[in-house]
């Protein structure tokens, strides 16, 4: 079993879940889940306010998915943060 398990953690890491295209988005997302939330945008915009939010939340769940973040990018409307 200790083979099995070891393997299996491999494969994990290996599977480990990418956020589409988008680097920023996934550094930004605090926990993780694959959505971009108002708080978590508003750490890297700190601008951003419900209002432009809603105009992002396409589909208006509460959250951005990688096709809203990469709209939003493409509109100009999420500037990519200052890298250093
Ligand atoms: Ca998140
Ligand atoms: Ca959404």
Redesign the pocket.
């Known amino acids: 079993m200790t083979k099995f398990t070891t393997f299996a953690a491999a494969v994990a890491v290996a599977a480990c879940p990418m956020i589409a295209s988008a680097n920023t988005a996934a550094e930004l997302d605090a926990n993780q889940d694959g959505?971009l939330t108002l708080d978590e945008l508003q750490v890297a915009y700190p601008d951003m306010d419900g209002d432009q939010f809603t105009l992002l939340?396409?589909?208006?769940?509460?959250?951005?998915?990688a096709e809203?973040i990469a709209a939003a990018t493409e509109a100009g409307m999420l500037p990519a943060p200052n890298e250093g």
Do not use: H
């Open positions: 959505y939340d396409l589909d208006a769940n509460g959250a951005l998915d809203e």
